[in-house]
């Protein structure tokens, strides 16, 4: 069984080690596109392949507290990407979702939530 669930992990870390290295307009749609962004994600694609690999060796030892130890170091490593790449988003303390014709953004300032609805360029707050 946890052959089987580590060779899933394994390959969700290779799809996402392919889109960090191969696929980096995907990311730079939320942060700038520059030469020590493109180094991060090329960084984080590796340690995924790599995180990826151990996975199928810990899989194949079937042991559980060398599995516990694994799932805790790809824990610390998803968190340490998702911090560090919150922190390059250009867009800091904005959401957005993009629809056709249609643009809704949720802003948060001051802990106040404001939506604003932008279609043909007309902004409404609701």
Known sequence: MILLLFTIVALVLFGTSYLLYAKQAIFFTLIPTTEA???????YSLIHFLLGVVALVVGFVDRELIALFYLALLL?????????LAQ???KKGRLGF???EKSITIKVEDNRWECFLCYNNINESW
């Open 37 to 43: 962004n493109k180094v991060f994600l090329k960084t």
């Open 88 to 90: 390059k988003n250009e």
């Open 76 to 84: 610390l490593s998803s968190a340490s990407f998702s911090i560090l």
């Open 98 to 100: 993009l629809f056709p």
